[in-house]
């Protein structure tokens, strides 16, 4: 992007769908992070370390 803000669920979703994330990540060793009953909001696990709003 070229003029990059901080993104929202809206952002993510317009390229990756939950339900193909889900399903891509249903092997993990813990629990499915993209099947949890309170996912909703990519950015909260997703840029939870960083101190900017780039990503």
């Known amino acids: 992007m070229?003029?990059?803000q901080y993104p929202t669920?809206?952002?993510c979703t317009?390229?990756?769908q939950k339900a193909v994330l889900a399903e891509?990540?249903?092997?993990?060793?813990?629990?499915?992070?993209?099947?949890?009953p309170?996912?909703?909001d990519c950015i909260l696990?997703?840029?939870?370390?960083?101190f900017d709003a780039r990503y």
Request: with cysteine; proline share 10%.
């Open 14 to 16: 317009q390229c990756h």
């Open 45 to 50: 696990c997703h840029l939870q370390h960083r």
């Open 24 to 36: 891509k990540t249903r092997n993990l060793p813990d629990a499915n992070p993209h099947a949890a």
């Open 2 to 4: 070229k003029n990059p």
């Open 9 to 11: 669920e809206e952002t």
């Open 38 to 40: 309170h996912n909703g």
